[in-house]
């Protein structure tokens, strides 16, 4: 059974940061490309930042330079490190795993920016 469950998120000040991770299970971790998606209230989930079994990473406009992801394979684990967060980037946050036609989705954490 796949598991992909989030941690980390909370309530920060704008301009703090903030580090997710997603524990993955119940996949062969590593030929999985691993993605964050979020979704504000009223909005429809966008991609935030993406990588690949091999290591590639893109990420969202929104984020470039302040959002930073990477991979684990040996803890079978994707972490996003958020940096310079902003109110916009209030949003349940989604761990994602992707292999050929096979996607697998977690059940979100909750990141809140707010002074």
């Known amino acids: 059974q796949v598991q992909l469950v989030e941690s980390g998120g909370g309530l920060v000040q704008p301009g703090r940061s903030l580090s997710l991770s997603c524990a993955a299970s119940?996949?062969?971790?590593?030929?999985?490309?691993m993605g964050w998606y979020r979704q504000a209230p009223g909005k429809q989930r966008e991609l935030v930042a993406a990588i690949s079994s091999g290591g590639s990473t893109n990420y969202a406009d929104s984020v470039k330079g302040r959002f930073t992801i990477s991979r684990d394979n040996a803890k079978n684990t994707v972490y996003l490190q958020m940096n310079n967060l902003n109110p916009e980037d209030t949003a349940v946050y989604y761990c994602n795993a992707k292999f050929r036609l096979r996607e697998d989705w977690g059940r979100g954490t909750q990141v809140t920016v707010s002074a």
């Open positions: 119940g996949i062969i971790f590593s030929i999985f490309d």
